[in-house]
């Protein structure tokens, strides 16, 4: 007595069709099968839709990774400039004290007053405007 072959046969096609979609899928983009197909023809432009969306998705990313570079690279360079700009403010504001001038001007051979300023009166301040435009005899 022989197997039952309807049996034996229904096993094999279910182990074919269980062969798994992914390495089918590869075996026929390999063998080129998968090219000659009514179907591939009308899915073409849309394989081609992502691939041109795929692209598109990796340009933008490493566009967007350069951009990040340099902005964080310029906020580094703003700190520098910023650091700079409180140590020069600093000791200009030092070197325009009254007691350094004073001290500066010392070494140099001048010597500080010892009476304070006086206020000098000028005529002319009391006039007006047009007073001190025009002479006196006109």
């Known amino acids: 007595m022989t197997g039952n072959r309807f049996v034996k046969q229904d096993k094999e096609a279910k182990a074919k069709r269980t062969n798994g979609g992914f390495t089918r899928f590869v075996g026929d983009l390999l063998d080129g099968s998968m090219l000659t197909r009514n179907t591939t023809s009308s899915v073409m432009p849309f394989i081609l839709y992502l691939s041109v969306l795929g692209l598109f998705l990796i340009f933008n ?5 350069k951009k990040i570079r340099e902005v964080e690279q310029l906020r580094e360079e703003m700190t520098e400039w910023r650091i700079r700009y409180i140590q020069t403010k600093s000791a200009y504001m030092y070197m325009t004290s009254q007691s350094e001038i004073t001290e500066t001007l010392k070494a140099r051979g001048f010597i500080s007053p010892d009476e304070p300023p006086q206020l000098l009166y000028d005529p002319d301040d009391q ?4 007073e001190r435009l025009l002479p006196k005899n006109w």
Request: charged share 20%; proline share 0%.
């Open 61 to 65: 990313a490493y566009h967007v990774e």
């Open 127 to 130: 006039k007006g405007f047009f």
